[in-house]
């Protein structure tokens, strides 16, 4: 899926790649923004020694896709996807780059500090939720599921689970037993790209979603599975279990609870479900 994302009224070409869930950008764009130059193509050329020369690989890493040219035309031309424009943009000597250097740094600082003392990144989390507007219950429910989620992975690990690959399937698996749909049917559902599907939940989403890891923890502890495979059944059967929860709820309440809400919906910040009419 192509766009345009609009920066200081310059436009910069853009491709969603919905398997990596990542955005790819036209680096010619951004430099043509960053710089000003009036032959960003030729920047770009410089810039590609100027990385090699520092060392970097990301030159040899970058991808090409085809996009909508000045002539209309689709052409192929150099795109990066977050990380490596994160890195090109360290590499220009531009005011309007130091910006996103300043903000880069802070960053780096930031996750130092949590990685020296993790209470820092769990108080960090509380005030970015409170400050997109979610209410205080949703925000101490949210934080239980951080850590029903790292005893899931920290399990995961424990039994031969490696790479981000790995969790992905399996989560996606746990996800499609007790929702009905795959972690990526479940975010198109509530129209989100890169954003955090959890941060996108309902209040009972959240509870059945921790319902899920914390019984998938459990089995594998008692269990023990040695194989992909057998961590794959396990994963199923935890979100089994909250697959029935999820039904008996629904038949009380008379509604659907995986939802379309997302946190983007206007006074729904809460991200709770809508009332209904109480039954006769």
Known sequence: MSSLKVFENRKIRTAWNADE??????????????????????????????????????????????????????????????????????????????????????????????????????????????????????INQRLQTIEMRKELTDEWKARGIETEKEYAILTSEMTKAWSGMSVQQYKALKDLKKENLRDNMTNIELVLNMLAEVTTTAISKNEQPDTFDENKRVAKRGGSVAKNARLNIESEIGQPVVSPLNAKDKGKLTVELPKLPKKD
């Open 21 to 138: 869930e990542d955005w790819y950008f036209s680096i010619v764009d951004v430099c043509a923004v960053l710089t000003n130059s009036d032959d960003p193509r030729t920047y770009w050329k410089v810039l590609k020694h100027r990385l090699k020369a520092e060392g970097s690989e990301l030159v040899t890493n970058c991808n090409q896709l085809k996009m909508p040219a000045e002539d209309g035309k689709m052409r192929l031309t150099d795109v990066a996807n977050t990380r490596q424009l994160l890195r090109i943009i360290q590499s220009i000597p531009s005011p309007k780059a130091e910006p996103f250097k300043l903000w880069l740094a802070q960053v780096g600082s930031e996750r130092l500090d949590e990685i020296a003392d993790p209470e820092k990144a769990i108080l960090r989390g509380a005030d970015f939720y409170r400050a997109k507007g979610y209410s205080e219950a949703w």
